[in-house]
Each structure stands twice: as C-alpha cells, then as structure tokens.
C-alpha cells in the first residue's frame, strides 16, 4: 500500500480547519497530520511533523505565502513540504506565488472533489491553478524534479476518442475525485460495472492508476470538457472555478 499524503492544515479560523478536515478525512489516501493557526506555527510544526504538503488558507494576503515558501525552505531544506494556497483570488498575486515556489493555488470556491484531486494532482509531483478561468497544470505542468517521472505516461494526446461513451462519463467524475461508489450512485450503475468501465478506460489511455487519470486530465484540458448533461446537475457546480 502507498504511504498516505500527510497534510498539515494552516487557517487562522477553527471552523474552517474542522470542515477542511472533514472533506480530507473521507479520502484514506490522505492523513491530516495536525492544525496551526499562523504562519509561524505553520514552520514550527512543519519541521516537526514532516507533511508532505501544507494546505493553507486565509493567509492576510499572498506575500505571506511567498514568505511561508521561504521559511520552510530554510528550516526544511529541499525535502520539505510543498504548499497548496486556498486564495480569495486568482490574479498576478496567485502568479507570484506559483513563481516563487508554491506548489497550487485554489480559489476558495473549490468543490470538495476538486480540493482532493488537486492534492492528489500535487502530490504525484504536478502544480495546479485554479483561478477565474478554470483549473490547470501550470509551469510546464511539472515540478522540476518530477521531470522524468517513471509513472506517468508521456502522451501527447488525451485518448478520449478512444473511450465510448460510458467511459467518458465515467472518466470525468472519476478525474473530479469521485469514488466507484459514487459513479455508481450518479450514474445509477452497478458498482462492478463502474470497475469495469474504470479499468478499461485506464487501460486504453494507458494510464495506471486513478492519480494518473487525473494527471492526464488536467494535463490535456480534459478537466474543460463540459460533464455529461444527464449527470450535470449532480456534480458541475455553479461557482466560477467550477469544472464545466
């Protein structure tokens, strides 16, 4: 079994960390390993926990950001943790942070599976950006040192012509986060049949796994496509980063 992406909550608002924390205790891939309220407990604690990746939020503006890259740069070296910004706004601000070193930025309308797949996306070693416009890979789509990485396929093509359209539907809300339980439920499918249409499709755009199926998702804009309209109106919100 892979190690679970351990994530240090940062939000100076009680009730934002417990609802956070809420959404990332349902995925067993992932583990909150504690909470902080401030940037300089985000550092202390960084040093003494090890995340992975620190997921902060309502930061007084985005140079703190910036300046929390550094801090951990200099008490953590290159092994420590990346950090996932939850922004009031995308914009040049949210730029210079990806430029200086944070690893995604979120606007806080994010739905709970889009904050999932993004801490999945960044965890197999991808930047993400969601701002007015929608979700992307930025700076290349990779991290420097994820470069060569030996798990994911280096198509240039998305293959989704290639998937009937079952497939399709199933591999848009599974590149939304959703479980084979909820596909099923959404899809009115029986949960077998759900892990069928999965392991096709993996196996027909060459991909191993469902990280990688959300990878190659944003990686060829696959996120943009519009959702099949008969599940619409169950998984596509509304707000302005919404995946339409």
Known sequence: MSPRIRILLVDDRSIARTGIRSVLDEDG?????GEVSDRA?????AGELRPHLL??????DLTDAVELVDELSA???EGGPGVLLMAHEGG?????ALRAGVHGVLLH????????SAIHVVAAGYRIFFDEEGPRAGAGGRFP???????????ETSGFESLTPREREVFRLLAQGLSNTEISAVLVLSENTVKSHVQRLLEKLNLRNRVHAVI?????????????????????SSAPVALQ
């Open 29 to 33: 891939a992932i583990e909150v390993v």
């Open 41 to 45: 407990s985000a550092v202390a604690k």
């Open 55 to 60: 997921l902060a939020g309502a930061l007084p």
């Open 75 to 77: 008490c953590c070296g």
């Open 92 to 96: 040049v601000g949210a730029r210079r």
């Open 109 to 116: 309308q994010v739905t709970p599976e889009q904050l999932l």
């Open 145 to 155: 040192e994820a470069a060569e990485h030996p798990d994911v396929p280096a198509a």
């Open 216 to 236: 190659h998702a944003y990686r060829t804009g696959l996120m943009a496509l519009p959702c099949p309209e008969p599940v619409r109106r169950r998984t596509c």
